[in-house]
């Protein structure tokens, strides 16, 4: 199976591997393009803002990957805006060594532990879990420097069709989020759910053969399938660290209890664990029922205006296309000398301004994105394609001067396309054909958050200075 890497999932990692260690540095912005200027040819710096034309419409964002991601997501969210989204998830269990189960007189319980430190909703809902023993193999994930897969897995997978048909445990339980004595860190939470006592029994009973190494392993016992049942309630999302060490743990695991003897009148108990690490397969599936949202009429056909709100979800929820057709005038508008010869614009500064509407978002309530992603448009591709979205060229002079944090004291999130503009002024094969505004951290983070649309008072705001050469 293998299945080409999605564009946007790529500039994604790129985004944050880059724009976490540079966010803190400090430049002038509105210097940015003067070193190109020799001085006695300026003629005159003008500055313009572009409300009008722009439009912005709410669609599905595209199909998310989501293997391997740095928190498995469960558990069902009845956003009171957004709608319903439910997550499960599937993974491995694998040897931290060969058992050495001693001599085993009885096989006690079979326990599975999620630990988790945060939660998108409240924990006033009661939440269900059941948990099925995988039938079916699933694979790590590998990805070649071209971003093809040998096992990649997307937001659609049917885990449940990969499991065997009945649940071979249950757990009904209240989310909790607690601090620590000093309030600087949340504590870890743990979930224990008994298991099959079969199950127990299979695993007691492996034989030498079926527990040499990990491949093998993992085809003798495929793992499990957690899966989150539905509530009418809010609900919530609930985010779990696979492997973070803490007193010599790593969470979550399987521990098998049992009894053994030490002497013909002397019993004790211990415990094998089998552990989720990095070389565990681990896949989450996302639905979102988008049914009587404000934005459900966007979501099922182009509207003919584009709407005074728009919407960012992360899970492979929404995303916003933005057209700003005036763009291109730029190009068009450069100045003609008597010799016929075109001397362009000097594009000073870009900036591209999106408001947060923060009483739609609720962020007191619900976490806003830390940062969102804008990716240009490539018209001569085809969605899905290598190179359809791309970042700007400013993200790759600077992903601190490209922005795309969120300004807490503006209430908004701010894009630099100083250098895009310019390029689309002086360089034939790069075409304005859109943007597409999504969250980062998609698989793996529960975030939302309403914008001011382009047909709302706020607008979305292009503010350009530029410079006229002689």
């Known amino acids: 199976m293998k299945r080409k890497l999605a564009t946007q999932s790529k500039l994604v990692i790129v985004f944050t591997l880059l724009a976490i260690g540079l966010w803190n540095c400090q430049e002038?912005?509105?210097?940015?393009?003067?070193?190109?200027?020799?001085?006695?040819?300026?003629?005159?710096?003008?500055?313009?803002?572009?409300?009008?034309?722009?439009?912005?419409?709410?669609?599905?964002?595209?199909?998310l990957r989501t293997d391997e991601p740095s928190y498995n997501l469960f558990g069902t969210f009845n956003d009171p805006l957004f709608g319903k989204t439910?997550?499960?998830?599937?993974?491995?269990?694998?040897?931290?060594?060969?058992p050495d189960f001693k001599d085993i007189t009885q096989v006690d319980s079979l326990v599975l532990y999620l630990r988790y430190k945060e939660l998108y909703g409240d924990t006033l809902t009661m939440q269900s879990l059941k948990v099925y023993e995988l039938a079916d193999a699933i694979y790590l994930d590998t990805t070649d420097a071209t971003g093809t897969g040998d096992f990649p897995y997307y937001q659609d997978v049917d885990l449940k069709a990969l499991a065997n048909p009945n649940p071979i445990g249950e757990l009904d339980f209240y989310p909790t989020f607690r601090m620590d004595s000093?309030?600087?860190?949340?504590?870890?939470?743990?979930?224990?759910?008994?298991?099959?006592?079969?199950?127990?029994?299979?695993?007691?009973?492996?034989?030498?053969?079926?527990?040499?190494?990990?491949?093998?392993?993992?085809?003798?016992?495929?793992?499990?399938y957690i899966e989150s049942q539905g509530t009418d309630n809010e609900g919530a999302l609930v985010a779990m660290n696979p492997y973070i060490e803490r007193v010599g743990?790593?969470?979550?695991?399987?521990?098998?209890?049992?009894?053994?003897?030490?002497?013909?009148?002397?019993?004790n108990r211990d415990s094998v664990i089998y552990r989720v690490n990095k070389n565990a397969a681990r896949i989450n599936s996302f639905t979102h029922d988008y049914t009587n949202t404000p934005f459900a009429d966007q979501l099922n056909e182009h509207p003919s205006e584009p709407d005074s709100l728009i919407y960012l979800q992360t899970t492979g929820g929404l995303r916003t296309?933005?057209?700003?057709?005036?763009?291109?005038?730029?190009?068009?508008?450069?100045?003609?000398?008597?010799?016929?010869?075109?001397?362009?614009?000097?594009?000073n500064k870009a900036e591209l301004i999106f408001q947060v509407d923060t009483v739609a978002s609720?962020?007191?309530?619900?976490?806003?994105?830390?940062?969102?992603?804008?990716?240009?448009?490539?018209g001569s591709k085809e969605e899905g394609d290598e190179g359809y979205l791309y970042l700007p060229h400013d993200f790759t002079v600077s992903p601190a001067l490209y922005g795309g944090f969120y300004n807490s004291e503006e209430a908004?999130?701010?894009?630099?396309?100083?250098?895009?503009?310019?390029?689309?002024?002086?360089?034939?094969?790069?075409?304005?054909?859109?943007?597409y505004l999504s969250t980062l951290y998609q698989n793996e983070r529960a975030r939302r958050v309403v914008l001011k649309g382009s047909s709302s008072h706020v607008g979305i705001r292009l503010e350009v200075t530029y410079t006229i050469l002689k």
Not at 336 to 344: A, G, H, L
């Open 412 to 435: 908004t999130y701010n894009f630099n396309i100083t250098h895009h503009l310019q390029k689309i002024i002086e360089e034939e094969d790069i075409t304005n054909d859109g943007f």
């Open 249 to 267: 743990k790593i969470y979550p695991d399987l521990r098998l209890y049992y009894t053994y003897m030490t002497d013909k009148d002397t019993t």
């Open 182 to 224: 000093t309030e600087t860190d949340t504590l870890i939470q743990e979930l224990a759910i008994r298991l099959d006592d079969a199950l127990a029994q299979k695993l007691a009973n492996a034989d030498s053969l079926d527990m040499i190494n990990n491949d093998v392993f993992t085809e003798f016992f495929k793992g499990l």
């Open 362 to 378: 609720d962020f007191h309530n619900y976490k806003i994105p830390s940062s969102v992603v804008l990716s240009a448009i490539d």
């Open 86 to 98: 439910t997550s499960h998830f599937a993974t491995h269990f694998r040897l931290g060594g060969y």
């Open 28 to 63: 002038d912005p509105n210097g940015t393009g003067m070193e190109l200027l020799p001085g006695s040819d300026v003629k005159t710096v003008r500055q313009d803002v572009e409300k009008e034309s722009i439009s912005a419409y709410t669609e599905k964002d595209m199909l």
């Open 321 to 347: 296309k933005i057209n700003i057709p005036t763009l291109d005038n730029w190009k068009d508008s450069v100045t003609i000398t008597p010799e016929n010869k075109k001397i362009p614009y000097v594009i």
